[in-house]
């Protein structure tokens, strides 16, 4: 039997692709050291599936317990979810960010080789992009880093291409996630975050359900039409689909490919509140506050590559992904905490 190894299966990206792939068919194995997940999540998706998965409680920087897994099964590819994702937190804690995201890459691919397994998705971000020139931004733009997090990434992304370079007979794809929201439609596995939440869509669902008091918006005054800032958000769901078309890709395909994941279209922060409240009929209440340093103003993908190659594209509106978060959170206003 062939095993798909997702790494941070149990996180929030990781979870809806472990569901996703379940639902298709493949054997799934989750190696994730619950830093910044829990096993509920996985006992949620095996429910939700109706089949269960192996789940493997490990560290992607210990060599030896990802050995073992190889070992144990055949796994035929790798989904690369493992890694810390906090921008703020990565300035304070550089080294854990180098070693958990760069040099925990770097171990995962040396087991990898070890086996010969050589199909590799990698979550990469378009953070790499930095503060791009232009919007829509195709994969081709230059790229950049300003914090930490973002200099992890482009690091791998760096340290893949070598290695195809080296050995062309790995075949890897290095997803740009643009901004991930949203839960899949159960309302049972969702984004739990630790704390105050970074992002904006778990903070206006909090806000929501009452355990936050106000959504600040980070600046009213950036060059978009109504002046706060413009991302492109996508739908888990949508995310998960294009890992599964990513790893059908490198079936036939060597070589190494960057490949953004988004909508193509870009909603303000305003956009996305106003969408909130009417779609749920709940109050956001928010106030104007300076801008977030390092924000910049507009980020939004050209999609047209994953059309072309993957034959992927979002499916999912606004309203799916403003329904399907607050579902989430309502029904679960502590996420995994008390399951
Ligand atoms: P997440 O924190 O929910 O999931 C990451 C998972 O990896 C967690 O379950 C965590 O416990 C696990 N993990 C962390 N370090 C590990 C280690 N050393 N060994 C084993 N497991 C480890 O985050 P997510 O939102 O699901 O993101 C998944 C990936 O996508 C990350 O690499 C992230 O950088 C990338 N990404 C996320 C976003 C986003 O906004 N969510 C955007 C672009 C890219
Ligand atoms: C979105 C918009 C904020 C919170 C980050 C990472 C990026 C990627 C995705 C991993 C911005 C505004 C937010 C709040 C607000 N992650 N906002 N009030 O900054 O686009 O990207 O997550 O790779 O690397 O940098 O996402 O959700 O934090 O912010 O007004 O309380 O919402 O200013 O315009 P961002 P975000």
Same mark, same amino acid.
């Given at each position: 039997m062939q095993y798909v190894m997702l790494t941070g299966g149990a996180g929030y990206i990781g979870s809806h692709t472990a569901l996703a792939l379940l639902r298709a068919g493949y054997q799934v194995i989750s190696f994730d050291n619950y830093s910044n997940s829990s096993t509920a999540a996985l006992q949620r998706v095996e429910q939700l599936a109706g089949t269960d998965l192996i789940r493997i409680s490990g560290d992607i920087r210990d060599? &030896?317990?990802? =050995? &073992? $897994?190889?070992? +144990?099964? +055949? $796994? =035929? &590819?790798? $989904?690369h979810f493992a890694g810390l994702k906090a921008v703020g937190e990565s300035v304070a804690m550089p080294l854990s960010y180098y070693d958990n995201n760069v040099a925990g890459t770097v171990t995962l691919c040396r087991v990898m080789r070890e086996f010969n397994v050589k199909k590799l998705v990698f979550s990469s971000s378009a953070t790499v992009y930095g503060d791009a020139k232009t919007v829509p931004i195709a994969e081709t733009a230059p790229r950049s880093a300003t914090n930490p997090y973002g200099q992890s990434k482009l690091m791998i992304e760096h340290i893949l291409q070598d290695l195809v370079n080296a050995e062309p007979d790995w075949g890897i794809t290095l997803l740009r996630y643009f901004n991930p929201v949203g839960a899949d439609s159960s309302g049972q596995i969702g984004e739990d975050p630790n704390g105050i939440p970074n992002n904006l869509m778990p903070f206006i669902s909090q806000v929501a359900v009452g355990k936050r008091d106000k959504l600040s918006i980070f600046g009213n005054d950036y060059p978009t039409p109504d002046g706060t800032g413009v991302r492109d958000y996508i739908h888990v769901v949508d995310l998960a689909a294009g890992h599964l078309k990513a790893l059908q890709y490198l079936e036939t395909n060597q070589g190494i490919e960057a490949i953004n994941l988004g909508t193509g279209t870009g909603y303000s922060v305003l956009d996305m509140v106003k969408a909130f409240s009417r779609v749920n009929n709940v109050e956001v209440p928010y106030q104007i506050a300076p801008r977030r340093p390092g924000d910049i103003a507009s980020c939004y993908a050209m999609p047209d590559k994953a059309r072309k190659l993957l034959g992927w594209q979002a499916e999912k509106t606004l309203d799916d992904m403003v329904r399907d978060s607050w579902r989430w959170q309502s029904q679960n206003p502590d996420g995994y905490t008390n399951s």
């Amino acid at each position: 039997m062939q095993y798909v190894m997702l790494t941070g299966g149990a996180g929030y990206i990781g979870s809806h692709t472990a569901l996703a792939l379940l639902r298709a068919g493949y054997q799934v194995i989750s190696f994730d050291n619950y830093s910044n997940s829990s096993t509920a999540a996985l006992q949620r998706v095996e429910q939700l599936a109706g089949t269960d998965l192996i789940r493997i409680s490990g560290d992607i920087r210990d060599e &030896a317990a990802l =050995s &073992a $897994v190889f070992r +144990q099964y +055949q $796994v =035929s &590819a790798v $989904v690369h979810f493992a890694g810390l994702k906090a921008v703020g937190e990565s300035v304070a804690m550089p080294l854990s960010y180098y070693d958990n995201n760069v040099a925990g890459t770097v171990t995962l691919c040396r087991v990898m080789r070890e086996f010969n397994v050589k199909k590799l998705v990698f979550s990469s971000s378009a953070t790499v992009y930095g503060d791009a020139k232009t919007v829509p931004i195709a994969e081709t733009a230059p790229r950049s880093a300003t914090n930490p997090y973002g200099q992890s990434k482009l690091m791998i992304e760096h340290i893949l291409q070598d290695l195809v370079n080296a050995e062309p007979d790995w075949g890897i794809t290095l997803l740009r996630y643009f901004n991930p929201v949203g839960a899949d439609s159960s309302g049972q596995i969702g984004e739990d975050p630790n704390g105050i939440p970074n992002n904006l869509m778990p903070f206006i669902s909090q806000v929501a359900v009452g355990k936050r008091d106000k959504l600040s918006i980070f600046g009213n005054d950036y060059p978009t039409p109504d002046g706060t800032g413009v991302r492109d958000y996508i739908h888990v769901v949508d995310l998960a689909a294009g890992h599964l078309k990513a790893l059908q890709y490198l079936e036939t395909n060597q070589g190494i490919e960057a490949i953004n994941l988004g909508t193509g279209t870009g909603y303000s922060v305003l956009d996305m509140v106003k969408a909130f409240s009417r779609v749920n009929n709940v109050e956001v209440p928010y106030q104007i506050a300076p801008r977030r340093p390092g924000d910049i103003a507009s980020c939004y993908a050209m999609p047209d590559k994953a059309r072309k190659l993957l034959g992927w594209q979002a499916e999912k509106t606004l309203d799916d992904m403003v329904r399907d978060s607050w579902r989430w959170q309502s029904q679960n206003p502590d996420g995994y905490t008390n399951s």
